[in-house]
Antibody
Framework: EVQLVESGGALVQPGGSLRLSCAVSGFSLSDSSMDWVRQAPGKGLEWISYISSSSGTKYYADSVKGRFTISRDNAKNALFLQMNSLRAEDTAVYYC?????????????WGQGTLVTVSS | DIQMTQSPSSVSASVGDRVTITCRASQDISNWLAWYQQKPGKAPKLLIYAASTLQSGVPSRFSGSGSGTDFTLTISSLQPEDFATYYCQQAYRFSLTFGGGTAVGVK
């Protein structure tokens, strides 16, 4: 059974940093590209970052470019999101997502999400 | 970025109703479109991909159509478990983008 489990969400002050993790089980992470999608409280979904299976290609939404960094450790079956210079508008539930086994960029696997709150 | 515009933003319906949600892309995305269902406090669930292909395990009352810039999600006979928010997503080009969502509520 495929499972994605996020962790690392917390309350952080504006300007602070946080590192999110996503533990993957049920498939080998090296077989799949991965993404992060977020959802602000009461709002819609926002794609924020993509990483290819080999880490050779990365994409970011303009809203996080230069502040967030996506990475992965295929040996540990783990995905990461390093978030720096956090702003109030980064407050959201962060989901790691995968299109494993399916067609690229259609997300059939989602984690349960981890809440990041940016507030003083 | 490609903008995705959903309408309506909310709809009130009764069990058994036919519900139609539309999604318009700001440029041609061929059939690179997905539909997701999200219930409160839960992660989204993939319903349809490639504009009209039903994801495994999704009931046949859900259907999708369209290509280019205009797309439709139809629920042929609304069931109690279908009250939720629905999102379209373009998978054509990064940055991938979602529509604003359509909340299907009880009339």
């Amino acid at each position: 059974e495929v499972q994605l489990v996020e962790s690392g969400g917390a309350l952080v002050q504006p300007g602070g940093s946080l590192r999110l993790s996503c533990a993957v089980s049920g498939f080998s992470l090296s077989d799949s590209s991965m993404d992060w999608v977020r959802q602000a409280p009461g709002k819609g979904l926002e794609w924020i970052s993509y990483i290819s299976s080999s880490s050779g290609t990365k994409y970011y939404a303009d809203s996080v470019k230069g502040r967030f960094t996506i990475s992965r450790d295929n040996a540990k079956n783990a995905l990461f999101l390093q978030m720096n210079s956090l702003r109030a508008e980064d407050t959201a539930v962060y989901y790691c997502v995968s299109d494993y086994g399916g067609i690229p960029n259609y997300y059939d696997f989602w984690g349960q999400g981890t809440l990041v709150t940016v507030s003083s | 970025d490609i903008q995705m515009t959903q309408s309506p933003s909310s709809v009130s319906a009764s069990v058994g109703d036919r519900v139609t949600i539309t999604c318009r892309a700001s440029q041609d995305i061929s059939n690179w479109l997905a539909w997701y269902q999200q219930k409160p406090g839960k992660a989204p669930k993939l319903l349809i991909y490639a504009a009209s292909t039903l994801q495994s395990g999704v009931p046949s009352r859900f259907s999708g159509s369209g290509s280019g810039t205009d797309f439709t999600l139809t629920i042929s006979s609304l069931q109690p478990e279908d009250f939720a928010t629905y999102y379209c997503q373009q998978a054509y080009r990064f940055s991938l983008t979602f529509g604003g969502g359509t909340a299907v509520g009880v009339k």
